[in-house]
């Protein structure tokens, strides 16, 4: 049984261990962007196309 | 032609039932939606009481066609129970919502998908396949922000593509295999394929899984439970009737469950976070079903049903929060375990049941999964699955416990002064049914166990076994807690596979579109200069002899005042000769 809980922890610190690296210290730095990376474009494409169209965005409207 | 004569059934369709209560929510005026909205999945759970593996209802399209809507097993039944909990559940959760519209299609939504798990044949399957997607687009779309619009849109497109992909793969199915449904495992064909990326869009599978962390979050409070607890899992419960037994879909299964922790690591938005846990137990799921019948498939049958379970609650959790706060974000947000007791402790029930804690069901199903991966031999992955557990426990149970309700915020006056808005009684209930779930089903396993295709008891309640689990939390937890600092999540979005079709593919749009009009601009300006010059040459005839390069012809030229008539009079003889000599060749 402790031969087992040993296993078993090393597997858990190991695990956790590598799922930290890859995450917080590699993805981290690769696929994190500002919250508005996607919309910031999109929003000032529609006033764009609003102003074209003579249409002004409503006030509050999300 | 009378509807007995198209229609031949012994049984109601709770399907049905939901889709025609869907429609009346619509239909009738305003005072009448919470009671057929509530009453819808209660009906729907009695008519799927009453069917049996007797039960059937065919629908005669023509003398030589009729489709089988209702095809009943024990596959089915456990599909088919989890659906009807959790339609009743997220019907008290929402059932306090304003649009009507919403209420309608999120029960035709519910409804459609119970469609699927009772196909009798390929075609009712895809039928109802394709009217899940658009009523689901609604319920996405429903709250009508501008995000959600958006998101609603990019839905509906991912899932076009994915519901033509199954419907070419079914024509073709049908032209091999007939209409019944039946496993094509082993057949590596273009028929396999197309429905194998039919479903694996709705099953989120990598790189076809942007959709639900993109959609998803942007839905109400309610929209969300229901999106989370039927469009991939009827894509599993057809993933099970296909693909059992692919055996290397045990990797697709171990990546995806990394990959959804990995993610869910990195993200700060609840709901977004939650749909990454989505895909990482999918991937539990897949890895189980890829092990063919017995453990395999009683392994995936039985985490599916209790992660509709534990996920919806988280869900109803979240929406809590979100209902109470007006904030979707971790670090927006903490603190709030003693100012939302209820919700606290029923998340904390529901984030333990998700990790595998023993005596909540995550623990219970994910013992026969593991078992079907070890039996089959597949230690990597066995380790990939493990690893994602551990993964899960850091990533939700401690995470958001620590960040959202137990510890301190990640900004010290992060709603300190704010006022929470009480959560609905409705809302309340609906949590604490899911919790309830959670438990009663991990205090006794073999509710759900009963319930699986071959019956397999996965006897969870070992020494050994409870022993693994909390040993592998005690490691997770030391870990979180020695990279507390960088556990601490920031104001930041995540890329996922849809920046290929939202920034990638538009710049490759707008990189073609612009080539294609660089080279009609080219084109354009050569036919342009032809023309000038063909104009210019044509109309002044003499041009042609004043810049040629041949000083006896520019000396014929008119500009050339020098000219010597005899060698004009020769040259108009020479022509005069040859179109006499061409004219004599050719009469």
Known sequence: MMHEIIHYLGISLGAA???VIVSKYILQNIIRRDCSYYEKKEIAEENEMLAKAGITQREGEK | MTLGSIINANSLHPGLIMIGMGLLVMALPDRFKRPVYMAAPVMAFAAMLTINTDSMMLYTISSKLSISLISFDKLALIFMMAFCIVSVVAAVYSVNGDNKYEMGFSLMYAGCNMGVVLAGDVISLIIFWELSALASCYVVYSKRTRKSTR??????????????????????????YGMHITNITGNNDFTFWMIFVGVAVNAAVPPLNSWMPDAYPESTLGGTIYLASFTTKSAIYVMIRFFAGTEWLVWVGAFMAVYGILMALLENDLRRLFCYHIISQLGYIVASLSMGPGYGIDGAAAHTFNNIMYKGTLLMCAGAVLYATDKRKISDLGGLGRRMPLTAICFMIA?????????LNGFASKALVMHAVNEGGYALASFMLTAASVGTWMSIALKINYFVFWGKPVHEDALKDKELKPVPVNMKIGMVLGAAACTITGIFPQLVYRMTPSMTDGHPFTAEHIAEYLVLFVGGSIIFFLFIKKMRVHDEMSLDFDWFYRV????????LSKGIHGIFIYFDKLVLKICQYMGQHLGNPYLWTSKSSNKFIRNLSFENEDRLI??????????????????GVVM
Not at chain 2, 351 to 359: E, L, T
Not at chain 2, 504 to 511: G, Q, T, V, Y
Request: charged residues 5%; hydrophobic residues 65%; neutral net charge.
């Open chain 2, 504 to 511: 990638a593919l538009d710049k490759f749009i707008e990189w």
């Open chain 2, 566 to 583: 005899g060698s004009v009079v020769a040259a108009i003889m020479i022509t005069f000769i040859c179109m006499i000599v061409i004219a």
């Open chain 1, 17 to 19: 261990f590598l799922l």
């Open chain 2, 351 to 359: 984030s333990f049941a998700i990790a595998g804690m023993p005596f």
């Open chain 2, 151 to 176: 998101a609603a849109f990019r839905y509906i497109l991912v899932h076009g593509f994915g519901g033509n992909m199954l419907l070419v793969g079914i024509i073709s199915y049908i032209s091999q």
